[in-house]
């Protein structure tokens, strides 16, 4: 890939991501004024079991659908029917268990978000993909902010779920690209299980923190540290974009080691700003939130091993090796884990918080070693 094609794909992904993850983070900044971190917590521990039940739901992982339209394999349909059919059985059992038809919808707006954007990125169809992810951020932020007024917190929920209905004829579409063969999975069977199982432990790793905090500590514990993740993804904007161009690159073999190395020297300066920031902004903005100022300082420092992580993803992706990622994501958790119970009832957010750097630095530095060794052999 020639590097003036990367920088006009990186424009068309980057506006998109800029704007609408910008504006949705600035969306929760701004809740986080209107609300006290308890609340703010509740919020999340629901948005957490969401993101938890969809990825159970999603066999067809982002990843999966990503390199199969890249690579014109026929199983998108096949992929897409089995997703859906989980989905919507985790969908019910989540309305069942919370007795809200919220959390349930939610479940299937992070299904569909998923299957269409994965089939736009293989078909490296990057400013359709700038124009669906504009719309589903400006309908979080103008449904969300009305919708808390008209409704209170319950309100934010509802609004979410509704913003990923634009992808709902995207999504058909992937559906209907062929015919549905169970057969077609078997020589890709690894493949797609190890991706799944990846996509799996990612959102848990992400997202079992949610589910752990208030069962040891408190919803205000969690609300402070939900409120310094806001950051920390943030922060990771831009790696994150970075990631969506290359993956369909690597995929079919283009060079993309040059931009790589540019993004991780950038994440360096993005921790930084995290770091001195941090002290300045939260008092003044964001009085409520004053117990997150430490754990905002070392999430911020996380930027740096999770950039690299997203690099080496999508090289090991494209050589379809995921089962590598697999298990650095597991020891990921497993260290996520003993940090949030060890360090986080002895030391509250700030051991979380360590607990939540050290996991990366692991992971980091397990899939270094992951891609030394495949590159010598």
Same mark, same amino acid.
């Given at each position: 890939?020639?590097i003036?094609e990367?920088f006009?794909?990186?424009t068309?992904?980057?506006?998109?991501?800029?704007?609408?993850?910008?504006g949705?983070a600035?969306?929760?900044?701004?809740?986080a004024?209107?609300?006290?971190?308890?609340q703010?917590?509740?919020?999340?521990?629901?948005?957490?079991?969401?993101?938890?039940?969809s990825?159970i739901?999603?066999?067809?992982?982002?990843?999966?659908?990503?390199?199969?339209?890249?690579?014109?394999l026929k199983i998108?349909?096949?992929l897409?029917?089995?997703?859906?059919?989980?989905?919507? /059985?985790a969908s019910?059992?989540?309305?069942? =268990?919370?007795y809200k038809?919220? @959390?349930?919808?939610v479940?299937?707006g992070y299904?569909?978000?998923? $299957?269409a954007?994965?089939d736009?990125?293989?078909?490296k169809?990057f400013?359709s993909y700038s124009?669906?992810?504009?719309?589903?951020?400006?309908?979080?932020?103008g449904?969300?902010?009305?919708?808390?007024y008209?409704?209170?917190?319950?309100?934010?929920?509802?609004?979410? /779920?509704?913003?990923?209905s634009?992808?709902?004829? %995207?999504?058909?579409?992937?559906l209907?690209?062929s015919?549905?063969?169970?057969e077609l =999975?078997?020589? %890709?069977?690894?493949?797609?299980?190890?991706?799944?199982?990846?996509?799996?432990?990612?959102? $848990?790793r992400?997202?079992i923190?949610?589910?752990?905090?208030? *069962?040891i =500590?408190?919803?205000?514990?969690?609300?402070?540290?939900?409120?310094s993740?806001q950051?920390?993804?943030? $922060?990771l904007?831009? @790696?994150?974009?970075?990631?969506?161009?290359? =993956?369909?690159?690597?995929a079919t073999?283009?060079?993309?080691?040059?931009?790589?190395?540019?993004?991780?020297l950038?994440s360096?300066?993005?921790?930084?700003t995290?770091v001195t920031?941090? @002290?300045?902004?939260?008092?003044?903005?964001?009085?409520?939130?004053?117990?997150a100022?430490?754990?905002?300082q070392?999430?911020s420092?996380a930027?740096?091993?999770?950039?690299?992580?997203? *690099?080496?993803?999508?090289?090991?992706?494209?050589?379809?090796k995921?089962?590598f990622?697999?298990i650095?994501?597991?020891?990921?958790?497993?260290?996520?884990v003993?940090?949030?119970v060890?360090l986080?009832?002895n030391?509250?957010?700030?051991?979380?918080?360590?607990?939540?750097?050290?996991?990366?630095?692991i992971?980091?530095?397990?899939?270094?070693?992951?891609?030394? %060794?495949?590159?010598?052999?």
């Amino acid at each position: 890939m020639e590097i003036p094609e990367k920088f006009k794909n990186i424009t068309s992904i980057g506006v998109a991501d800029i704007i609408g993850t910008g504006g949705t983070a600035l969306f929760w900044f701004y809740i986080a004024t209107l609300i006290e971190p308890e609340q703010y917590g509740e919020i999340f521990y629901i948005l957490g079991i969401a993101s938890i039940a969809s990825a159970i739901a999603l066999f067809a992982h982002e990843n999966s659908i990503i390199i199969a339209v890249a690579k014109k394999l026929k199983i998108q349909s096949t992929l897409y029917f089995i997703s859906l059919c989980i989905s919507f /059985a985790a969908s019910a059992i989540i309305m069942i =268990l919370f007795y809200k038809i919220e @959390p349930g919808l939610v479940v299937l707006g992070y299904v569909i978000n998923t $299957l269409a954007i994965g089939d736009i990125l293989g078909r490296k169809h990057f400013s359709s993909y700038s124009r669906y992810v504009l719309l589903q951020k400006g309908l979080t932020v103008g449904l969300g902010i009305g919708f808390f007024y008209l409704f209170g917190v319950d309100g934010i929920i509802f609004a979410i /779920a509704i913003s990923y209905s634009g992808y709902i004829i %995207r999504s058909y579409k992937g559906l209907k690209d062929s015919a549905i063969n169970f057969e077609l =999975l078997k020589p %890709r069977k690894e493949f797609l299980v190890s991706n799944y199982l990846f996509g799996l432990t990612v959102i $848990l790793r992400n997202q079992i923190d949610k589910i752990i905090i208030p *069962m040891i =500590l408190s919803f205000t514990v969690l609300g402070n540290f939900a409120f310094s993740l806001q950051i920390f993804a943030a $922060l990771l904007i831009f @790696p994150h974009i970075i990631y969506k161009l290359i =993956l369909p690159h690597d995929a079919t073999g283009g060079s993309t080691n040059k931009i790589k190395k540019i993004t991780i020297l950038t994440s360096v300066g993005f921790a930084i700003t995290g770091v001195t920031a941090s @002290p300045v902004i939260i008092p003044y903005f964001f009085p409520a939130f004053i117990d997150a100022i430490s754990a905002v300082q070392i999430v911020s420092i996380a930027v740096i091993p999770e950039t690299i992580i997203v *690099m080496l993803t999508s090289k090991i992706l494209a050589i379809e090796k995921s089962k590598f990622l697999l298990i650095g994501r597991t020891i990921g958790v497993i260290a996520r884990v003993v940090g949030i119970v060890l360090l986080g009832i002895n030391f509250g957010i700030y051991g979380i918080a360590i607990g939540f750097l050290i996991a990366y630095c692991i992971e980091c530095i397990f899939l270094v070693i992951v891609t030394i %060794r495949e590159r010598k052999s």
